[in-house]
């Protein structure tokens, strides 16, 4: 996984043993971040918070999901799940709430300064949730299974306000909305983009 810092040049990536953070002007990591609580386990996805640009959220395959700070090179908090998250986004008008998509086939947000239990279990799948989006205005996610469907939910509300399948359509990989929050666009096993209104 590969994140870029939007208010600096660096980007982080997780890898099978470290975390690390790049500069474009360096060909080695400027941190490499190993032993995160204690653990080996692989991290698999890693975000920076839009707001705070020295803090990252991951997930890794210990089905932990975590947050840890770059300027003291310390992991702050983590919570374990049942079972192991596939994504993760922040929402970009509240930054301190963001979302994981799990393989229990649920989608689960939480506030970064209560990681002890979830604010709301996003339910709807029957699959295992691989992609995670928020909308511009961050009202909203919309989420891409391995159920072969796309599922938009308020993030207020536990269940979706909307589902879109196509026929021929397979496992749905990645899922994003446009800048201006009239599209979705998902890609799926299928080696195709689709674009829903």
């Keep these: 996984s590969i994140d870029h810092n939007r208010s600096s040049d660096y980007f982080a990536t997780a ?14 990591p400027v941190q490499t971040h190993q ?7 692989t991290v698999g996805v ?11 959220a991951m997930c890794s395959a210990d089905r932990g999901v975590g947050l840890f700070d770059t ?6 908090r983590k919570t374990v799940l049942s079972m192991k998250s596939n994504c993760l986004e922040w929402n970009p008008l509240e930054p301190m709430n963001f979302v994981v998509g799990n393989e229990d086939y649920n989608a689960y947000g939480f506030d970064m300064r209560k990681l002890d239990r979830p604010l709301m279990i996003y339910k ?7 992609a ?29 306000r909307e589902m879109y399948h196509a ?22 096993d299928d080696t195709n983009l689709r674009l829903w209104k």
């Design 132 to 160: 995670v989006s928020w909308s511009p205005t961050g009202r909203e996610f919309v989420t891409g299974s391995y159920d072969r469907t796309v599922r938009i939910f308020p993030s207020r509300r536990g269940t979706s």
């Design 15 to 28: 890898s099978d043993s470290a975390v690390q953070i790049w500069s474009p002007d360096r060909s080695a």
């Design 46 to 56: 890693v975000r920076y918070n839009p707001a705070e640009r020295s803090l990252l």
């Design 71 to 76: 300027r003291l090179a310390s992991p702050l």
């Design 124 to 130: 709807g799948h029957i699959g295992a949730v691989l």
């Design 167 to 188: 026929r021929r359509m397979q496992r749905v990989f990645t899922v994003n909305y446009s800048a201006d929050n009239r599209y979705i666009v998902s890609g799926s």
């Design 35 to 41: 032993d995160l609580w204690g653990s080996d386990d």
